[in-house]
């Protein structure tokens, strides 16, 4: 008989939330009376936590045995840690094994393929509907034949891309045995955001993550800056990639070009020179050479339209902002144009070539294309679709002033030198120094510990091992008032909930919508900022029945792919089921209130476990994904199975895992 659930009442979760908070909330004040110091198997819970996404079972055990100095010495160096469950574990997300370009080609944009092979290459004009005339007859016709062509060439759907990404990360986070690299690599991927939803970035997002923030987790972070700052992620996220000085001279502004142009736009014949020259150019045949300038024809655009481009400051704003100094870090309106003149001509190669790789390849057109793109943007010979190059002629010339210093180095050095002024300030050492301390001390550190940090940092130019290890050795580290003081964001709640009862995932697209229903899916915010990191952003009611809804699923086994055997936790009576699931979840460390108002709810119902919404998305759309103030994202519900397993086990486990001590690290 299936175990029926009923909503939790409001006043439960404003309860729980009470509970959850009022302790963090006390935490920021003076105690008035002091705490004891950690016991020593607390301070191994607390850094299984902090430098990692929770203990599994054991892992105390194992931490105690081989000491847990070396234990943190051994997670600074996760070059010697043997990973070979993880690796197997991520074998099949294929995206990871790509370049930028053989992911254009393997994973092309549906809607785009389908219109390069029919001959309508162009994009449909500003505010017209490519679907909007499209019969039903003509739609399932045009599925048909994609699904022929992605057979046939063996392509792969766009939409798995974003899933991969997903999974790869929630998989690392869970198995990886280099815990403080997973931590790092989340906290550099939210400092340096990217959003998946923007149109090209997902195709850029495997190289991103591999080449630059993995690489360089626990590296340097003027490596960082410049790996962000060349990555056609940011470039594109940012609009970096069509930042040209207004001096920059225009493709085909010449008078033959010109006359072209009018010529076709006014209804006219070209010449059968000028016609031969441009199917070869384009590398089109005569039917989609035909279409290409009927649409030119119907769809002319205002000249003021065709030439609107320009310097674009976004990259130069978040780079000072978010990624540097810090919102109060000294630097003008000025410096922002400054820098913004610094970073002119640093783009991206055929940045949208997504939209034509795999079509042309199919038509045997794509070399061509290439050659045509690198001879008009001046790209070098050597490069794929999809690679970071510096444009000169886009370049804005002379010096440039940054932060009262002059720039006059020339070329891509330019913004090189903006970096290297970047790192060396102050007010970044101490902007980087305070982020590492909310992600690892609390959300409100001391001022002396973030001058601390901040001092190892300005003198390692950068180090993150050495200013990690300085946060780690520091007094408030350890200190009680920070144990369990944060509260865990959706992403590391799911992940140390799988990892503290032993379960297994594959991290599939149920238990992705899930995440997605909790509000944080890797690389699914749309603001630079990143997600937040502090309890005001992740905890109210709504948010904590989420967590609820996420524990149920969880501890029921209603997540496909997802799989947690609670036979150990079977004893007589609830109240031992208790006793047990308090002592393997949460290390018999609990608080009388809490204990107390567990022995109350396993006596209620558990509320209705409600499906969230699979981030994978019909062929040719982008994931909607949170945005800022948004709670989750919005697409096909995710299917859930019946649950498993003992009903009053999974209530009492589900519980637990609501407890303060298990929503806070």
Not at 215 to 220: I, P
Not at 338 to 362: N, Q, S
Not at 447 to 470: H, P, Q, S
Not at 655 to 662: I, K, M, Y
């Amino acid at each position: 008989m299936i175990f029926r659930y009923l909503w939790l009442n409001r006043t439960i979760a404003a309860t729980l939330l009470a509970a959850i908070t009022l302790p963090v909330l006390a935490a920021a004040k003076p105690s008035p009376a002091p705490l004891k110091p950690l016991t020593e198997e607390q301070k191994i819970v607390h850094v299984l936590n902090r430098l990692g996404f929770g203990a599994r079972p054991g892992d105390v055990e194992r931490v105690k045995a081989i000491g847990l100095q070396r234990y943190i010495d051994q997670q600074l160096d996760p070059g010697t840690i043997v990973d070979s469950k993880l690796e197997s574990k991520v074998r099949s997300l294929d995206v990871f094994d790509l370049s930028t370009a053989e992911l254009f080609a393997k994973y092309p944009n549906p809607t785009s393929l389908l219109r390069m092979i029919e001959g309508n290459g162009a994009q449909p004009a500003a505010g017209q509907n490519p679907e909007q005339e499209v019969t039903e007859k003509q739609r399932q016709e045009r599925q048909q034949k994609l699904r022929e062509l992605y057979r046939k060439y063996d392509l792969k759907p766009a939409n798995q891309i974003v899933p991969q990404i997903a999974a790869n990360r929630v998989l690392r986070a869970v198995y990886s045995e280099k815990q403080l690299q997973e931590v790092m690599v989340d906290f550099w991927q939210n400092h340096f955001n990217v959003f998946a939803g923007k149109a090209a970035v997902r195709w850029y997002i495997p190289s991103y993550e591999r080449d630059v923030l993995r690489k360089n987790a626990l590296g340097n972070f003027k490596d960082l800056l410049v790996g962000t700052a060349q990555h056609p992620a940011m470039l594109f996220y940012l609009d970096n990639f069509e930042s040209v000085t207004p001096n920059a001279p225009m493709p085909g502004n010449n008078q033959n070009a010109q006359r072209l142009q009018q010529l076709i736009r006014s209804g006219g014949q070209l010449p059968p020179q000028a016609r031969e020259r441009m199917k070869q150019q384009l590398g089109l045949s005569d039917a989609q050479l035909d279409q290409r300038l009927r649409e030119m024809r119907d769809n002319p655009q205002p000249a003021q339209q065709r030439q609107r481009r320009g310097i674009n400051e976004n990259y130069a704003r978040e780079l000072m902002e978010l990624h540097t100094l810090g919102v109060d870090g000294g630097y003008t309106q000025k410096d922002i144009v400054e820098v913004a003149k610094c970073f002119t001509g640093w783009t991206i190669a055929d940045p949208r070539g997504y939209r034509r790789a795999a079509a042309g390849e199919i038509n045997g057109t794509e070399n061509r294309r290439l050659e045509r793109l690198q001879r008009q943007a001046g790209v070098p010979d050597d490069l794929d679709s999809g690679e970071f190059y510096f444009n000169e002629r886009w370049h804005e010339k002379g010096t440039k002033t940054v932060l009262g210093q002059k720039i006059d180095e020339g070329g891509v050095k330019d913004g090189l030198k903006v970096i290297d002024i970047l790192v060396r300030q102050p007010a970044t050492a101490k902007f980087i120094a305070r982020k590492l301390a909310v992600k690892f001390v609390s959300d409100k550190p001391s001022e002396a510990l973030v001058n601390r940090v901040a001092d190892t940092f300005a003198k390692t130019g950068g180090d993150i091992k050495a200013t990690l290890r300085t946060l780690f050795s520091d007094k408030e580290f350890f200190a009680p008032e920070n144990y369990r003081a944060k509260i865990k964001t959706p992403f590391e709640l799911a992940v140390s909930s799988i990892r503290a009862l032993g379960a297994e995932t594959n991290a599939g697209p149920q238990f992705l919508a899930m995440l997605n229903k909790l509000g944080e899916v890797p690389y699914g915010y749309q603001a630079p900022t990143g997600y937040p990191d502090t309890a005001e952003e992740w905890v109210n009611t709504g948010a904590l029945l989420e967590r609820l809804n996420f524990a149920v699923a969880f501890a029921s086994n209603r997540i496909p792919g997802t799989t947690v055997d609670l036979r150990a936790f079977d004893q007589k009576d609830k109240a031992k089921i208790l006793d047990r699931a308090i002592a393997e979840i949460l290390d018999n460390d609990v608080s009388p209130s809490t204990r107390g108002s567990l022995t109350k709810q396993i006596e209620q119902p558990l509320p209705e476990v409600t499906p969230g919404k699979e981030i994978d998305n019909d062929a040719g759309e982008v994931p909607n994904m949170r945005q800022p103030g948004q709670q989750g994202g919005q697409n096909r519900q995710a299917r859930l199975l019946n649950p498993s397993g003992n009903p009053e086990v999974f209530k009492v486990v589900s519980l637990v895992l609501g407890t303060p001590e298990f929503q806070r690290q």
